[in-house]
């Protein structure tokens, strides 16, 4: 039996499960290339762009304000290989992008989503119940021209569709090309962005992961995050819908009620309602990433010793590229399935808000999340309150 007869036999939950099934692009009714990048409103764009470039290594390569003519924001484009940031920041008062930062604080606004045919995703997203934000419009300039249009998503973020393969241009029409605001590294910290991670309400979760499936045919990947793990470790429930060819992948949380607080809950309480959590960067180093960026002021979260020196953890990590002791010297997580393994790290909140974080993520055959490191983390520390009497 050939792979595509075996799939016939199964629903599309179940293809969509194997996590590496990309389907052909004429079934699929809401073909995408990948994310085009992550716009952020933030209280000063000029300095986040600093942080950015100086921080996590990326290029500035665009920008507008109103030296450009851009009479209310300025924006910075910065990239890193595939990964694309825009910094948005209002320059007189009065303005939405003011509002959503005096709101939310820093965080994104749109995660904008490149597609071939923007009219046509636009139609389909609408015709299956999505709100529109931008009816698809023409942006144009001496280097060719992009469609665009805009969907709600959760919360005020949205999903820009924009179609640009007849565009040359830096970013967008509107935006001039610059010199960096500072020299970047030589070798790059991440290349893509791997997902980004949305927190809903209590009870909302399951309404976003259909909306995806709905509106734009994601799938979802077999990583989920259900009662069992949820309420006794993590104090969240999480999914993850991804488009067919696993590209773009949304995980979405929801709190669960745990032994303490969900972060969840933290995090929608002081953003003031749903919105992005997290962004995972693709690495190919991430110990020289982490390494760079920690000398650059980036603060990571910590992971216990228990968790490298654990024999039972030692054994769940097993083999990978390099040695446990470079691992815990820097806190990084190893999560493992029967595909292959992830190395993986999280920063604390990179503004004043305990809002939105990123993860570096390097990965060597899995496609998962970082669902083992919940129950593995909590364990270790369990294991050490034994120790000492205290469980
Ligand atoms: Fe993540």
């Known amino acids: ?83 694309r940031f825009v910094l948005k920041g209002a320059v007189r008062a009065g303005t939405d992008l003011g509002r959503h930062v005096a709101e939310h604080g820093d965080g994104a606004i749109d995660l904008a989503i490149e597609v071939p045919d923007a009219e046509t995703a636009y139609r389909h997203a609408i015709a299956q119940g999505a709100r529109s934000v931008e009816a698809p419009h023409v942006l144009e300039d001496e280097y060719g021209k992009v469609v665009v ?127 992005m959590q997290h962004i995972a960067l693709a690495t190919g180093d991430i110990l020289h990433a982490v390494d760079a960026m920690r000398a650059s002021g980036v603060e990571f979260l910590n992971t216990p010793d228990s968790y490298y020196e654990d024999p039972e953890l030692r054994e769940r990590i097993g083999e990978v590229r390099a040695p446990i002791e470079e691992l815990q010297k820097r806190g990084i997580l190893v999560d493992r399935d029967e595909d292959g393994y992830l190395l993986q790290i999280f920063t604390k909140p990179v503004q004043d808000r305990p809002t939105v974080f990123f993860e570096l993520i390097e990965r060597h055959g899995s496609l998962g999340f970082g669902k083992g490191n919940f129950k593995a983390l909590f364990e270790a520390i369990e294991r050490e309150q034994e120790r000492r009497g205290n469980l």
Request: glycine share 10%.
């Open 149 to 275: 249009a805009a969907i709600a998503a959760y919360g005020e973020t949205r999903h820009s569709l924009v179609q640009r393969a007849d565009y040359s241009g830096p970013y967008l029409p509107g935006y001039v090309a610059v010199d960096p605001v500072v020299a970047p590294p030589a070798k790059r910290y991440f290349q893509a962005i791997d997902h980004c991670v949305g927190n809903v309400e209590l009870g909302k979760m399951d309404e976003w992961v259909e909306f995806y499936q709905r509106v734009m045919g994601f799938t979802n990947m077999k990583e989920f995050v259900g009662d069992d793990i949820a309420t006794e470790y993590s104090a969240l429930m999480s999914k993850v819908v991804a488009d067919g060819t696993r590209k773009v992948k949304f995980p979405l949380n929801e709190p669960a009620i745990a032994k303490k607080k969900s972060q969840i809950d933290e995090y929608l309480e002081f953003y003031g309602g749903p919105g």
């Open 1 to 83: 039996m050939t792979d595509a007869a075996g799939q016939k036999d199964l629903t599309p939950e179940q293809r969509a499960d194997d996590g590496r099934a990309p389907r052909a692009r004429r079934e699929d009714p809401f073909p995408v290339k990948g994310m085009d990048a992550v716009v952020f409103a933030v209280g000063n764009a000029r300095q986040a762009a600093h942080y950015y470039s100086t921080a996590f290594g990326m290029r500035c390569v665009a920008y507008k304000g109103p030296e450009t003519g851009s009479r209310d924001e300025a924006a910075y484009v910065l990239e890193s290989g595939g990964a």
